[in-house]
């Protein structure tokens, strides 16, 4: 789809997001690896990063009320410019109750939950990358419901650890909290992937329902005269196996 025109500058705004979003997890992972004094430190550089985000957002916001055509779809772009802030806004919330708890360690458990938010991560920055090149990524976003099956898993196992093992009442509340937000926060990720597909599928339906047909008469001869295709109308009847029917034909 064309996301990014370059008066519009908007994918360009879309990837700086994606980057501080990046940047955010590589914070809120080192801090999680460090101990206890590191969250507080890191929790200024995550709370900095979303509040620039929230900055491109309005900024994206903006230029789409501005938009006089059709050429970058409101709606598809607003959705996927909320998730992303929503992936910052979740981790700014993990990085505060961290902060707040001073927890010295997180199990080998809860940490997997931490891996998952970097593989998400990974895997959603490929799809942007794919995204701004014209590129499909369905197999991509089947790798996200694959991590989102082991989710799932690994927030039940950390869970049940934690309610077998922990004996100090204040600090099972708080690690029942934060295993909640690592996994709200990979959860957020898999939601932002999905709705850059879907972007990517209305965008297949945008272009397959611009394909039409027309009816002439010359002559006493009728012809159908078939619309120009556009974007990824070709690469779907290839797909399909199904060749377009000529730009003119006798009827």
Known sequence: MEFAPKHFNLFADFKQLSRHVS???TLLDA???AGETAPARSMAGIQELRRAGDGIVQRALRQLDRQLTDVVPREDAFRAF?????VLQALEGLA?????FRLESLSPLALRLVDLIQDCNGVLQDIIEALGEGRHF??????????ANERHAAFRDALE???QTETNPVRLIQLNEVY????RTVEVLEDCAREIQDVEWADVIR??????EMELQVDGKRYLLRSEIRGTTGKVFQACGVALPPVLRAC
Do not use: C
């Open 138 to 147: 369905a197999e991509m976003v089947a790798q996200i419901d694959e991590l």
């Open 161 to 163: 650890t934690l309610f």
């Open 82 to 86: 909320v998730r992303m802030e929503k």
């Open 31 to 33: 801090a999680l690896r």
């Open 180 to 183: 909640g937000w690592l996994d």
């Open 207 to 212: 272009d397959l329902d611009s394909l039409q």
């Open 23 to 25: 940047e955010a997890i």
């Open 96 to 100: 505060i109750r961290l902060a707040a």
